[in-house]
């Protein structure tokens, strides 16, 4: 879409991007007016409408869906949060202590990070998700329980 009749179609975007993530803008203006020292005013409007986007379909080497048998939670120190969607803001059911075993029961993109469904290992077991960032291959030895 063209911003005013002088303007050339090439130089707008009007459009939904496809998928989440970071993305490059570039401005600039064509050589013979740049060399002129000409200016140029412009208008950037980026705006974020609409409900939730589609969960992003990026893969791992070892797949979203594949991977370990069982994780291992790495925290410099404190605890992470188990909870009831991969989301930062739902429900925090457990919090789960460094060196604690989890059972991995597949992983997905969202909010632009990985997160892996998981269930700890004691009886009974409480399900739900973990950011991946603090998980890596664990085993399937059971640890100390989570705290509520």
Avoid at 19 to 40: C, F, K, Q, W
């Amino acid at each position: 879409m063209a911003v005013s009749q002088t303007t050339p179609a090439l130089n707008a975007f009007d459009g939904t991007l496809p998928l989440s993530g970071e993305y490059t803008v570039a401005i600039s203006m064509m050589h013979s007016g740049a060399r002129r020292d000409e200016i140029s005013d412009y208008t950037l409007t980026i705006s974020i409408s609409g409900g939730k986007g589609a969960i992003v379909q990026k893969d791992y080497a070892d797949g979203l869906q594949g991977g370990p048998d069982f994780y291992l939670v790495v925290t410099a120190g404190g605890s992470l949060n188990l909870r009831a969607d991969p989301s930062t803001g739902a429900e925090r059911l457990a919090r789960l202590s460094n060196g604690q075993n989890l059972q991995n029961r597949g992983c997905r993109m969202a909010e632009g990070r990985r997160w892996c469904k998981d269930a700890t290992l004691a009886d009974p077991g409480i399900e739900g998700w973990a950011a991946g960032d603090f998980l890596i291959e664990g085993s399937g030895a059971e640890t100390a329980p989570p705290r509520p």
